[in-house]
């Protein structure tokens, strides 16, 4: 079988490719798990400056893929119980009736650590949306620090069209980054929003023409691969916290930080390189 994950580096960039592209890409507990070990294994790596994550095929993904034993609906059957059990249909049908299924034991084992792990990379991450991202696939790509898109993706909050609440980060990011009243339209009414309108809603950084996402993705992340990474890295945490912080709490977490990087390496060079007036080559992370 084809591997649900590919794993590949160019140069400094660790590329990550979801590759079920006969289900657009949804993800299955194996794909879950191979994503989160591959982003494990990229922070681990110092050779790594920054992860790119893509989809194979149409789509980036469809979310969780329904037909997952953990998620996948079942129903009793006149063999499972005869107690209890709904009046056979007219039809003749067998009895349906669903079986309790605990579907939350997903977001403990699987989405959580995943979208706890993507937040807090040693590295920046940047997701090319190269088709339709739904559901968990959706908040899975808007957790990353950058998020390019091509003209032909768009975005669903699917959970509301089958009777689940956002998730994979979802409530968190979308009230951020573009606000109650876009994130309730979003997420109540489960509809497209085609890659342009996310960018005019800041929902993303950038949406290109399809056939120049690979390469404006790649050069993206080489550019981050180049800069000052724990930096770079600082700079997301902090944006994070600063909005849970009263203005004097942010500007001494400021303080704090610039303290900190002010002795390392990349400071260092970064001015030595400006009034150097050369190239800096930065290796803090
Ligand atoms: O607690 C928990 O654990 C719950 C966790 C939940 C996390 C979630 O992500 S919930 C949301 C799950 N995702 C969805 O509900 C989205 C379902 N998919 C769609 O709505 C549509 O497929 C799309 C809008 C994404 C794309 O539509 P379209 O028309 O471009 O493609 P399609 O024809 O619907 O799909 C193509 C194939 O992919 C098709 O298979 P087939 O008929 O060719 O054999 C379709 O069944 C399959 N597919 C698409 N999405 C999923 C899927 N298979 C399994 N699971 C999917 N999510």
């Known amino acids: 079988a084809d591997p649900v994950l590919l794993v590949s580096n160019e140069g400094a960039v660790r590329v990550l490719t979801l590759n079920r592209p006969q289900a657009l890409n949804a993800f299955t507990t194996a794909m879950l798990g191979q994503l989160r070990h ?29 037909n997952d034993p953990y998620i996948k609906p079942e129903f009793e059957t006149a063999a499972d119980t005869a107690v209890g059990a709904e009046a056979v249909p007219p039809s003749g049908q067998a009895p349906r009736r669903p079986k309790p299924k605990d579907i939350g034991h997903l977001l403990d084992h699987y989405y959580i650590p995943l979208a706890l792990r993507l937040r807090s990379m040693p590295v920046p991450t940047l997701c090319a949306v190269n088709g339709v991202a739904a559901g968990a696939g959706a908040n899975f790509a808007l957790g990353c620090d950058l998020v390019i898109a091509g003209r032909s ?83 997301r945490a902090a944006l994070d916290e600063a909005m849970d912080l009263e203005l004097e709490d942010a500007l001494r977490m400021e303080a704090r930080l610039q303290s900190q990087l002010g002795y390392a390496h990349d400071y260092l060079e970064g001015a030595a390189a400006f009034l150097d007036k050369r190239a800096p080559h930065f290796k803090d992370r």
């Open 153 to 235: 993706a768009s975005f669903i909050q699917a959970f509301s069209r089958i009777g689940l609440v956002p998730d994979c980060g979802g409530t968190w990011l979308l009230t951020r980054l573009v606000g109650r009243a876009r994130a309730l339209q979003l997420t109540l009414l489960g509809e497209k929003l085609p890659a342009e309108q996310a960018q005019q809603w800041g929902l993303i950084a950038r949406c290109v023409a399809d056939e120049e996402l690979a390469s404006v993705a790649m050069a993206t992340a080489q550019q981050l691969a180049g800069m000052p990474t724990r930096a770079l890295v600082q700079t």
């Open 38 to 66: 591959a982003l494990d294994d990229a922070a681990e790596d110092s050779s790594v400056r920054a992860v790119l994550v893509t989809g194979a095929g149409r789509a980036f993904c469809a979310g969780q893929d329904l």
